[in-house]
């Protein structure tokens, strides 16, 4: 299953999964990230830019932590083609005892499962 990511508020530019609001947070409303790809542009895990698929903004020439998942050439690890757009405000908690996180809407598909 995948990881859901948030945005700390409606204007930032960056989104983080659960576990790095709630390390901070007891309680915190954030914003759902949704995720959306838009051809010709990327996302640098590593810069924390956008850029577009052209080789002069990725690849061994252009940037020093260039990486390639295959340790050899081609795509770099920071390399994501997967954006993000700001989705519905959620509260995320952090649950007691156990130190598991949880938002109210990951709760919604425990309905009607015998405990």
């Given at each position: 299953m995948k990881r859901q990511f948030?945005?700390?508020h409606s204007d930032s530019e960056v989104c983080y999964r659960a576990d790095?609001?709630?390390?901070?947070y007891e309680e915190v409303k954030v914003f759902e990230a949704?995720?959306?790809r838009i051809p010709g542009v990327f996302w640098c895990k590593e810069h924390l830019f956008?850029?577009?698929n052209s080789a002069d903004t990725c690849?061994?020439?252009q940037c020093e932590q260039y990486d390639p998942r295959n340790g050899k050439n081609g795509r770099c690890r920071f390399h994501c083609i997967e954006l993000y757009?700001?989705?519905n405000?959620?509260?995320l908690k952090r649950k007691g005892g156990d130190n598991e996180n949880q938002s109210k809407e990951d709760r919604s598909?425990?309905?009607?499962?015998?405990e």
């Open positions: 948030y945005f700390e790095y609001f709630l390390e901070q949704i995720p959306e956008c850029g577009d690849g061994k020439h757009t700001h989705g405000p959620v509260t598909d425990k309905k009607g499962r015998p």
